[in-house]
């Protein structure tokens, strides 16, 4: 691999790396800080929905224009999240779109499971089949731009591109926003 090559690989683990050091922030501290995450005076309040689709329906006969309004955010926000892991993950690992999407989907029941457990959020499974639907929608983004390309070079340059676009908005949230969700 020449100086580019090389190059590019350390920028995108890099904007990996800020990537995955989001979805921690997002998923496990946007509720409750760092601190008073192990406090043991902590009130914790569990939510486990364990029933597929029940959320969503829930969100879609409600009457609320406020809940319409949070569950628009989610539903979309579940699945937004999770579409670049699955560009990532078939960057890193071509051609293996099976494991790739079975990945997402561990990965997804995991964060569910520790969100339950640590009190922190709803652990539902409507968010694992959501994150699932990013997470393909991420892997077929690349076959696109595979298909489109034609050149695993071209496609690597096409994400690293758009990476360094998106860059300065992940550490913007990253680092200046506090999440409220």
Not at 54 to 67: L, R, V
């Given at each position: 691999m020449?100086?580019?090559?090389?190059?590019e690989t350390a920028f995108l683990y890099a904007v990996f790396i800020c990537y995955i050091l989001f979805?921690?922030?997002l998923l496990f501290l946007?509720?409750?800080s760092l601190v008073d995450l192990f406090?043991?005076?902590r009130?914790?309040?569990r939510s486990i929905n364990l029933i597929p689709f029940?959320?969503?329906?829930?969100?879609?006969?409600?009457?609320?224009?406020?809940?319409k309004k949070f569950a628009f955010a989610n539903v979309v926000g579940n699945i937004v999240i999770f579409i670049p892991l699955g560009t990532y993950l078939s960057l890193i690992k071509n051609n293996k779109r099976t494991t790739n999407l079975l990945f997402i989907v561990i990965i997804s029941l995991f964060i569910e499971i520790i969100q339950g457990l640590l009190g922190i959020g709803a652990s539902d499974i409507d968010d694992i089949l959501l994150n699932g639907l990013g997470g393909f929608v991420g892997v077929l983004g690349y076959t696109f731009?595979?298909?489109i390309l034609r050149d695993k070079i071209k496609v690597r340059t096409a994400i690293t591109i758009l990476s360094a676009i998106g860059l300065p908005v992940l550490l913007?949230?990253?680092?200046a926003v506090r999440l409220r969700l």
């Open positions: 020449n100086k580019q090559g090389r190059m979805l921690c922030k946007s509720r409750v406090n043991s005076q009130t914790i309040d029940h959320s969503i329906k829930d969100y879609i006969f409600s009457n609320s224009a406020t809940i731009l595979m298909f913007y949230l990253l680092f």
